[in-house]
């Protein structure tokens, strides 16, 4: 396992084992916590298979590795827990839960579905603020894609901030909640965390913005069907770039019966 070393995690350590971090939702910096990094470091290291399906998790060598005390690696254990990478039993201690190409997958299906929802319930409200919030942020990311200053992480950002709109718009509490936390508080979260697994080239990024165009397109003319199936080509198109991008680094494939499409021309298009 690749972690960094206590010089690199402490280099901008502020008392009481706390480090900087980059702003986290475009509204300011805030301090992260010696537990949040490692959390981020190991959970990104369990996804990337770089633990063995029901590894032993061992507190000790990861508190010399991170020249920190158990503490705050016992506090980043059971965080993991609750997002369902670590499963931690009494007297036993933390095991790294199988995480296979298949699970991703699922992940991408399920939040499809549901921000496909999310994508319905904005078309029929039509609240004002939802549809300029929408437009605004579509049109963003159209000219993001020109802009050379915009790497692929940002872009990934960006298109997340597009999902929000969604759900946050989409008038119903409980759908919204239920997205925010599967971003901030599962495994989800980690898809995204160290290093861009999606919009790596200017064609990927040209179709996600064009697709994330024609979804707002679609809620504005109030055509739900055609709204809810571009949602699902936009997390379909993106569930196989992340998994393409993830067999790279793991010796697995995904089974073909979790791959599949919003429309059939959506399908033709990624078997070609």
């Not at 949040?36 to 508190?63: C, D, F, P, T, W």
């Not at 920190?68 to 095991?95: C, F, K």
């Not at 861009?196 to 979804?215: C, G, N, Q």
């Amino acid at each position: 396992m690749v972690l960094e070393t206590t010089e690199q995690l402490q280099a901008s350590a502020a008392p009481g084992e706390r480090t900087r971090t980059a702003p986290d939702d475009g509204r300011g910096s805030r301090l992260r916590t010696l537990p949040e990094q490692i959390v981020e470091q190991l959970g990104m290291a369990i996804v990337e298979g770089r633990y063995a399906e029901g590894e032993r998790i061992v507190e000790q060598k990861l508190s010399d590795d991170y020249g920190v005390s158990r503490g705050p690696v016992r506090d980043a254990l059971r965080a993991l827990e609750t997002r369902g990478l670590v499963r931690i039993y009494p007297r036993r201690g933390a095991y790294a839960v199988p995480l296979s190409l298949d699970l991703i997958a699922d992940m991408f299906n399920i939040r499809a579905r549901l921000l496909g929802l999310a994508a319905s319930y904005l078309t029929r409200l039509q609240p004002a603020a939802g549809l300029a919030d929408l437009k605004a942020r579509a049109d963003a990311l159209e000219r993001a894609v020109g802009d050379p200053n915009t790497g692929s992480m940002e872009f990934a950002m960006a298109n997340g901030r597009l999902g929000a709109a969604l759900y946050r718009h989409c008038g119903s509490d409980y759908l919204a909640d239920f997205l925010r936390d599967q971003g901030d508080r599962s495994i989800w979260g980690f898809i995204w965390r160290q290093r861009p697994l999606d919009f790596m080239t200017p064609e990927r990024r040209r179709e996600s913005a064009a697709i994330w165009t024609e979804v707002s397109r679609a809620v504005h003319a109030g055509d739900e069907a055609a709204a809810e199936r571009a949602v699902w080509d936009i997390m379909y198109t993106s569930r196989d770039q992340v998994i393409a991008t993830l067999s790279q680094v793991r010796s697995e494939t995904v089974s073909r019966h979790k791959v599949i499409y919003g429309s059939p021309a959506a399908a033709a298009g990624r078997q070609r």
